[in-house]
């Protein structure tokens, strides 16, 4: 990038287009005018409808390092701070993993059993950046949440998200490793997106999952330690008439189907990503 030339937004994103696509990223045209939006403080419309507009020296300067960082293929949303989930920004690093189009399918799912059920208490185990349990309590108004992290990092993100998204009053963090610290809580809705994916697979991840924190990708040998943990403990802390809703990884349905079999749940519905794979695992007590 030739800090001499006049560089236009349109030269600009034509440039960063290519060199992008050299350095092997998915989607350069779109990282590219997300980038240059973050920077310029405007949405993508602005962009072509201001192609010919040249960049000040300051704005081309902090273009230029967010390029850096994604070349070396750093997320977008890390470089940003933000991930769009369910309708909702949320503020995202790299304490926290990012949220996946494919968990909506659960709060998706999660929200369609809600219908009726009046101020339901909803428990997320590993809440991360928040986005499951903020996207709950802001869809149903008299919702109640508990969100549960081992990570103090996590828990400060995710707090940020509920107060950003005005839910925290109706939200409760604790810092603690599952139900350690629930007692003899129980509630309406349990949910989760574990850690599920294989020791021996985290080398073989796209680069920009390696950015990500290691806790909350690593599932064990056989990626299914957090789900035999929270389905134990899951019929403790459900009311009688409550449901669990997991996200699970690719072929593992069925494993934590027999899991909820042997811990008195019984599995309602296995819904498919959009990609057809077993994505969500609907669970209620027996």
């Known amino acids: 990038m030739d800090k001499k030339c006049v560089w236009t937004i349109g030269t600009l994103l034509t440039w960063t287009k290519q060199y992008f696509g050299e350095k092997g990223v998915d989607n350069p ?25 040249p960049l000040e020296q300051a704005e081309l300067a902090a273009f ?6 994604r070349a070396r293929r750093e997320p977008v949303a890390y470089i940003t701070g933000s991930k769009e989930f369910m309708g909702l920004s949320f503020a995202v690093n790299r304490s926290v993993l990012i949220p996946r189009p494919d968990t909506e399918i659960l709060v998706e799912a999660v929200l369609k059993r809600l219908q009726g059920r009046g101020n339901p ?3 997320d185990l590993g809440t ?24 103090d990092q996590a828990l400060t993100v995710a707090k940020q998200n509920a107060v950003t998204h005005q839910v925290m009053e109706r939200l409760e963090l604790k810092r603690g490793d599952l139900f350690e610290l629930l007692e003899k809580s129980v509630f309406d809705v349990i949910v989760s997106n574990p850690p599920y994916i294989l020791d021996e697979d985290l080398v073989r991840l796209e680069p920009e999952v390696k950015y990500e924190p290691h806790g909350a990708l690593s599932g064990g040998p056989d990626g299914l330690i957090f789900y035999r943990r929270i389905i134990g403990g899951m019929a403790l802390h459900l ?15 069925a494993a934590v189907a027999q899991m909820a079999a042997a811990n008195s749940m019984v599995v ?14 609907m669970l209620r007590r027996i």
């Not at 045209?29 to 409808?49: N, P, W």
């Not at 230029?64 to 960082?69: D, G, P």
């Open 268 to 281: 309602e519905e296995i819904i498919k990503d959009y990609a057809g794979i077993d994505r969500v695992v």
């Open 121 to 123: 208490s909803i428990l």
């Open 128 to 151: 991360g950046s928040g986005a499951i349990i903020v996207s709950l309590l802001s869809k149903v108004p008299l919702a109640a949440g508990v969100a549960v992290d081992i990570s």
């Open 239 to 253: 009311k009688p008439e409550g449901f669990g809703a997991l996200e699970v990884g690719e072929g593992q349905a």
């Open 64 to 69: 230029r390092e967010t390029v850096k960082r």
């Open 29 to 53: 045209r779109l990282d590219a005018e997300v980038l240059l939006s973050h920077i310029l403080g405007k949405d993508r419309l602005y962009l072509y409808v201001h192609f010919d507009q």
